[in-house]
């Protein structure tokens, strides 16, 4: 329809909505309710003698829990990382056109999440009890005293740190690896057929087509299991490895036979790395999101 | 070879489960030469497109493109099964546009354009990137170099969908009902395309339901039904004077 000048002339200039807006008197009787919540279980909590304050200002920062608190993260991340990257590894087997993958895949995963990590953690502890060494190459044949292989003994002061690392990263790969797989069962079967009719091999087609795809759906729940994980680490003791944040809060606890303080202390440090990883997860959730989000239309 | 057809299909048969899509395709395309197939959907048209290019296999006749089976390697009168790395070597050669214009969301139009370069034929970065950017300016798109395909319209999507095909340089292009998930307005840009493309004596399968473009720009239509070829010719012939029922009820539905 043309309009004609003398019909734009006449149109309303633009005027902006002038309105009394809905009123919310529920919010803010909830909003006070908790604020006073809140605040009546701070004051009780400054002044309750159990929480021993003064403990818990003295031990926060003290070295041995400053150090207990790097183990702890230190076990974090690597367990995460080698679970990370075996998880991708088990969740491409699992699609790969060789029915011997496949299988290896599901059985590890079977096991490794079929039962408890705590459990698996005491059997680890118990490795060198099972095995006293362990042997690459092809064994029974041998001239004289030379071994197609080589030889390694599980002394029985094997690293309690790195059999903790091994018994977090293999259970968590199994999660990892169905975390991935769903990743990848979510990138459309499009994108193979395109990146294969461009001539690309199966595992280029993978690794820079599908993969980076499935990294938007793989990240947030893999943000929540490095949070559990975190919190996993205070399982170690069952190796038994007790250097992480909460065994070395107990043992410290013992000395002074309060466990409270010690337990805000190992509290604290918990909630402290979790909210860093919050933060983390916010900005590599945005860098995967691209091609996604309105904002990222034009690379800059 | 110079004389062979560019791609020959004798007696190609192809089922899925129980349901046989291909009763015994017979074609061949030759070389510059553009063919239209036409027909209803579930006629068997983008199955047989797919298995030219090993997208699916056939269970059996032979199919062959600038000579060399696909999927198969002959040897001493014997039919061996391609590695991965030949098969995917085989299927550079053969470029494909799909309906759905299946882009890579997470690259931009440009490195759309250039995965295949640096991927598979390893060209340096900065080659492909000339590259890109002139197949870009080809089919018109060259300042949305750095959008990705979800800021992209339909045909614009489409467009560069087809420079990333062209830059393998193929031998033969195969279209997959290019401009059906487009909306009308957008279907001419991409037709224009593909027509210049035809015009530079490119080899083109198009499955399209665009009588139009068949009529203007093919040099022979082929009408599928039930997964046989029921009549082929030149598009004149095939779309304005059909023998076949079958055919004369589809034409009288779609024109």
């Known amino acids: 329809m043309l309009l004609s000048p003398s019909r734009l002339m006449a149109q309303p200039a633009k005027t902006s909505i002038k309105a009394v807006p809905l009123r919310h008197p529920f919010r803010w009787a909830a909003a006070l309710y908790f604020v006073v919540l809140a605040a009546a279980f701070l004051l009780d909590a400054f002044h309750r003698s159990a929480y021993d304050w003064k403990s818990f200002r003295k031990y926060i920062f003290e070295a041995r829990v400053f150090k207990a608190a790097g183990v702890t993260l230190s076990l974090t991340i690597i367990s995460m990382f080698l679970a990370i990257l075996l998880g991708i590894v088990l969740a491409v087997m699992r699609r790969s056109p060789n029915p011997v993958f496949r299988n290896v895949s599901w059985v590890f995963i079977w096991i490794f999440r079929g039962t408890p990590v705590y459990v698996q953690l005491v059997f680890w502890g118990l490795l060198s009890t099972i095995y006293h060494s362990f042997f690459i190459g092809i064994p029974d044949i041998h001239f004289g005293h030379f071994y197609l292989g080589v030889h390694f003994p599980i002394s029985q002061t094997a690293s309690l740190y790195w059999l903790a690392i091994i018994g977090l990263s293999l259970n968590e790969a199994a999660y990892m690896a169905e975390i991935v797989r769903a990743g990848l069962l979510s990138v459309d079967t499009g994108q193979e057929e395109a990146a294969e009719s461009l001539g690309m091999s199966w595992w280029t087609t993978m690794r820079f087509i599908v993969i980076p795809q499935a990294m938007r759906i793989i990240i947030p729940p893999t943000g929540n299991e490095i949070i559990s994980m975190l919190k996993t680490t205070s399982l170690v003791t069952a190796v038994p490895l007790v250097t992480d944040l909460y065994a070395r809060t107990r043992n410290i606890s013992d000395e002074i036979y309060n466990p409270i303080p010690l337990l805000m202390v190992a509290c604290t440090w918990y909630l402290f790395f979790t909210t860093i990883l919050m933060f983390v997860q916010y900005f590599v959730e945005k860098r995967f999101a691209r091609g996604h989000s309105p904002l990222s239309g034009v690379q800059s | ?255």
């Not at chain 2, 090993?54 to 062959?64: A, N």
Request: charged share 20%; with cysteine; aromatic share 4%.
């Open chain 2, 1 to 255: 070879m110079t004389n062979s057809p560019m791609v020959s299909a004798v007696e190609i048969h192809k089922s899925f489960g129980s349901n046989e899509v291909l009763k015994g395709i017979n074609l061949e395309v030759n070389k510059g030469e553009v063919l239209c197939l036409i027909g209803p959907s579930g006629s068997g048209k983008s199955t047989f497109l797919r298995c030219i290019n090993h997208l699916e296999k056939i269970d059996s006749g032979r199919l062959s493109v600038d000579g060399a089976i696909i999927g198969y390697r002959e040897h001493n009168g014997k039919l061996y099964e391609l590695k991965p790395s030949e098969a995917a070597k085989q299927r550079s050669g053969i470029g494909m546009v799909f309906q759905r214009f299946n882009l890579f969301p997470h690259m931009t139009a440009l490195d759309n354009v250039t995965s295949g370069m640096i991927r598979v034929q390893s060209i340096d970065k900065d080659t492909a990137t000339k590259e890109g950017m002139a197949l870009l300016d080809r089919v018109g798109l060259s300042e949305k170099a750095n959008h990705y395909p979800a800021h992209l319209s339909g045909g614009q999507q489409q467009r560069v969908a087809i420079a990333r095909a062209l830059a393998m340089k193929p031998k033969l292009m195969l279209f997959d009902e290019p401009t059906s998930a487009l909306d009308p307005e957008l279907v001419g840009e991409v037709l224009d395309v593909m027509k210049g493309l035809a015009q530079s004596g490119m080899t083109m399968l198009v499955v399209t339901h665009e009588m139009g473009f068949a009529k203007e720009v093919a040099d022979s239509v082929i009408f599928m039904d039930n997964g046989v070829v029921v009549e082929s010719g030149k598009p004149s012939d095939v779309l304005n004077n059909p023998q076949h029922e079958r055919t004369k009820s589809f034409l009288s539905k779609v024109i």
